[in-house]
């Protein structure tokens, strides 16, 4: 994939999106290959081996159990010492550790262990100054995401123990007031017009724009595993414009409003394997940009698997879009299970697939396989597509460019539900039908409404 550095430049960004990394860091931090299998050419995904690094913990820089700031100078400090040896551990030990904002560098690896829990702060100050990151496919400068990296190499976060966020504020803003809502007017508008991303500042004022929990900004080689991540204000990790990303045996438990596991957007080879994810949205989101914004970047999301990961609660096993301006292509979703959970209100579980776009998103959706899939019960069905999901955005502001988007080669196979709605339920275009979509091996024990439904379909089959 060839990023578009002068795009990037022309956003406002000045940093440079595939920066050089000193020769000393690349040649003290080996990466390991990591094979994936796929319907299409899928590269191996290359991330950071950091079994040789030094180790920094935290308490040698000042953590204290009784004060989050004392612990979130301490976290950055050991982050900066582990950056300047030329790649490092940073280890947070067991124990509960309060802090604010974390900003990864380079060649470094945040390891929790075993009994460690980072418990981050709800105040929105502790977030300031803004960063470069996104909403809902928007480039903003907002508050920092919880953890943060922004034009990484060989970066990670591993270990045991587990992530948490406190959310007494950002449960409160969950409700998306009207000013919040105005404020996604106007953050609309700008990218429409092509305002430049640092003029975008989104951090003031009642614009309530929730950050991410985990957000990987232009990165490449990232590595997450092992940990538990608890509760999040917004999306929980958030691959965003990077490449090679590896996220494995990683729990989520988060069930707040826009609370996704994990939303590759503008991410080029990509594994999620072995997770659990306990949701209050979908499980898997993939995006590519909304609108103007996605067309100006034009970095599609491409070369997604999906394997060995159970769902307990969550709306879709895996969404795509309807932030897709990019263009979305090759994602394959394998050996997977969702289940109904233990919470005491469940997410309602709709979908297996579910393709979700709308008239102004343009881009493309093409290449997509789920194979060896099973789940209880479904709200939804198996397979969904519906062209004109647009949310609260259908009241919000006008279409103002009317692109649609091509959605071709999907491929269903082998498939075991024991309860749901539908089987597939495809809502194409006139101007523009969904093309070759085929479920092959797909049962489903009862139905609860009309098995298949299908508008403006070509080459469609059931065998």
């Known amino acids: 994939m060839q990023l578009d550095r002068r795009a990037l430049l022309g956003a406002g960004l000045t940093a440079p999106l595939l920066a050089a990394v000193p020769a ?25 081996d950091f079994s040789a690094s030094r180790r920094f913990p935290i308490t040698d820089f000042g953590a204290d159990p009784g004060d989050q700031a004392k612990t979130g100078a301490a976290i950055a400090r050991a982050i900066a010492a582990a950056n300047a040896a030329g790649s490092g551990v940073v280890v947070v030990p ?40 996104s909403w809902e496919g928007f480039e903003c400068y907002n508050y920092s ?84 991540i608890e509760d999040s204000p917004f999306w929980v990790l958030h691959p965003f414009l990077c490449r090679d990303v590896v996220i494995r045996r990683v729990k989520v438990r988060a069930h707040g409003h826009n609370n996704d596991g994990v939303d590759p957007e503008m991410s080029e080879n990509v594994l999620i394997e072995d997770c659990v994810f306990d949701q209050g949205d979908d499980a898997i989101a993939i995006k590519s940009g909304s609108n103007q914004d996605g067309w100006r970047l034009g970095v599609p999301s491409r070369n997604i698997v999906m394997r060995g990961c159970r769902v307990k609660n969550g709306h879709q096993l895996c969404a795509i879009g309807s932030e897709l301006s990019a263009g979305i292509e090759n994602v394959f979703v394998t050996d997977c299970h969702f289940e109904r959970g233990e919470v005491a209100a469940p997410t309602p579980i709709n979908n297996i697939l579910f393709i979700k776009t709308n008239e102004r998103r343009g881009g493309f959706v093409r290449n997509v396989f789920v194979s060896n899939v099973t789940a209880t019960k479904v709200a939804g069905g198996v397979l969904s597509i519906d062209t004109d999901v647009l949310y609260q955005w259908r009241n919000l502001v006008p279409t103002r460019e009317r692109r649609l988007t091509p959605i071709e080669n999907i491929l269903v196979d082998n498939v075991c539900v024991d309860e749901a709605k539908f089987l597939c339920s495809i809502k194409g275009q ?34």
């Open 94 to 133: 067991a124990g509960v550790w309060p802090t604010g904002k974390v900003h990864l560098k380079s060649n470094v690896n945040l390891h929790l262990a075993k009994g460690a829990t980072l418990l981050f702060s709800s105040n929105p100050g502790d977030y300031l100054p803004a960063v470069p990151t």
């Open 24 to 48: 000393r860091a690349a040649l003290r931090l080996p990466r390991r290959s990591v094979g994936v299998a796929a319907p299409f050419d899928m590269p191996s995904v290359a991330v950071p």
């Open 145 to 228: 995401p919880l953890v943060y990296a922004y034009d990484c190499e060989n970066v990670a976060i591993s270990g045991e123990g587990r992530l948490k966020a406190r959310l007494d504020v950002w449960q409160l803003w969950y409700a998306r007031p009207k000013p919040h809502l105005d404020a996604l007017v106007r953050l609309d508008d700008m990218a429409a017009r092509g305002v430049p991303v640092a003029e975008r500042q989104m951090a003031v004022g009642e614009a309530h724009l929730r950050p991410h929990f985990v957000q990987f900004n232009r990165c490449r080689n990232v590595l997450v595993e092992d940990i538990s």
């Open 430 to 463: 006139a101007e523009l039908p969904v093309r070759s979509v085929a479920l092959k091996g797909v049962k489903v024990g009862r139905f609860s409404g009309t098995p298949v439904l299908t508008e403006h379909v070509e080459e469609f089959s059931i065998r």
